[in-house]
């Protein structure tokens, strides 16, 4: 049913939901998802897992990609390929979703929450500069005496960076401060499949890369991640790692503790169409985010994220922030509670992990730039299956809201 793109109809409609970002299939997904029927390949690997993994590679240039049940499961073993164990400090960004962190927290670390820099919202590479020194030198270890930390301190054993809402993050800067040190990175390029700087994707900056298939993103397997790296040995150890740490062997023979975290041949089927679709999803993302920015441009007190020379975002999801004192009082709140009246999801920015009561003990470096982001900042929906009268809907209530 087509809608009318008029706005002074919008009263009257019932209308269907707006999502946030729902999934988008392409043409070619129910063609992989039925081979693996016809074959009887319904089960963890098998040729669509192994071709989307090629599909990573070719698109990326990343290397090696092993294909995983999620971007959690993939930092999870990132982390502990690196060898994080109890007690064992990693440097996390603060402003991003809980699953960059957790994972420090499944092997006992001690996640490190750094602060963002406000030209890309992502980590900043001076405060996790001072992070690393108030690891070594025993300052964390003496300001938070309730972790019971050794007060010699220690060099952290991995840095996660990430490039939150597809922007990347300054991560030949950070790349700088992790190798001075000799620390790892994994680059949570979870939100930035599509992504690059200076023409290299997302993914690709850190020692390992991890991206997401979830439901909501940019792509979707329906539930997936993958974990990529130049070095073959990271990929195919996750591989090994993921499969039950199964040795080479005619019986079930393990010397290390494995996981279940292997994606299935049905769910890469879904991915091998989607990867065809990629580019087509990233400029379709874009175009929203920018008819999001025409319609506020004449609206003081609303800005967006600009992309700084060489960097390319995918817009994965399209978010502004908004000053209250500009705009006579109207704030993100009444933004959201406006669209949701109207059945149209949006979303405050991440709530900071060194903000949030399961993390809110563990150490953080930095000022009030994340805290302030997640105060001011809205995601709008951002989906590439949105139409023209979707866009119109929503532009819609904000006019009324700032009566334009
Ligand atoms: C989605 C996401 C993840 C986790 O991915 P899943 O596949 O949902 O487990 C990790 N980090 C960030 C920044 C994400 O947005």
């Not at 070719?58 to 959690?72: E, R």
């Not at 008819?291 to 506020?296: G, S």
């Not at 609303?302 to 922030?321: A, I, Y």
């Amino acid at each position: 049913m087509k809608k009318s793109a008029n706005p002074l109809s919008l009263e009257t409609q019932t209308d269907k939901k707006i999502w946030l970002s729902s999934p988008h299939m392409g043409t070619d997904e129910r063609k992989y998802v039925d081979q693996a029927f016809e074959s009887n390949w319904v089960a963890p690997l098998g040729p669509n897992v192994n071709g989307f993994e090629e599909d990573i590679v070719n698109f990326t240039s990343c290397g090696y990609a092993a294909a995983l049940t999620s971007g959690t499961g993939a930092i999870h073993l990132a982390l502990d390929m690196i060898g994080v164990n109890p007690g064992d400090f990693v440097i996390c960004q603060s402003f991003t979703f809980s699953a960059s962190a957790n994972p420090i927290r499944y092997l006992g670390g001690i996640p490190v929450f750094v602060d963002s820099e406000e030209e890309t919202w992502n980590m900043c590479p001076k405060a996790l500069s001072n992070a690393i020194k108030a690891c070594i030198d025993g300052t964390i270890a003496s300001n938070y005496p309730a972790l019971g930390l050794d007060k010699h301190g220690q060099l952290p054993k991995a840095i996660i960076p990430v490039d939150l809402y597809g922007m990347p993050a300054k991560m030949s800067e950070i790349n700088a401060v992790a190798k001075e040190y000799g620390i790892p990175v994994i680059e949570d390029a979870a939100e930035a499949l599509g992504s690059s700087i200076g023409g290299q994707y997302c993914g690709t900056f850190g020692d390992i890369g991890i991206f997401s298939f979830n439901g909501n993103k940019i792509i979707t397997t329906s539930g997936g991640g993958a974990l990529v790296s130049k070095h073959r040995k990271f990929v195919d150890k996750a591989r090994f790692l993921a499969t039950q740490a199964r040795e080479d062997a005619p019986h079930y023979e393990h010397r290390e503790l494995g996981y279940n975290y292997r994606m299935s041949n049905i769910c890469a089927g879904i991915g091998r169409g989607q990867m065809q679709v990629l580019e087509e999803r990233v400029n379709r993302r874009r175009e929203i985010f920018d008819a999001y920015k025409d319609f506020f441009m004449s609206i003081e007190g609303v800005t967006f994220l600009e992309e700084p020379e060489g960097f390319f975002s995918n817009r994965w999801l399209s978010t502004f922030l908004i000053d209250p004192k500009k705009t006579g009082g109207i704030n993100r709140e009444t933004i959201r509670l406006s669209l949701a009246e109207k059945n149209i999801e949006s979303r405050p920015l991440w709530k900071p992990m060194h903000l949030q009561p399961v993390f809110q003990s563990f150490p953080y470096a930095g000022g009030n730039i994340s805290k302030t982001l997640f105060e001011n900042g809205l995601c709008l929906p951002s989906g590439s299956n949105m139409e023209s009268t979707d866009l119109d809907r929503i532009s819609g209530v904000l006019k009324k809201i700032f009566k334009h």
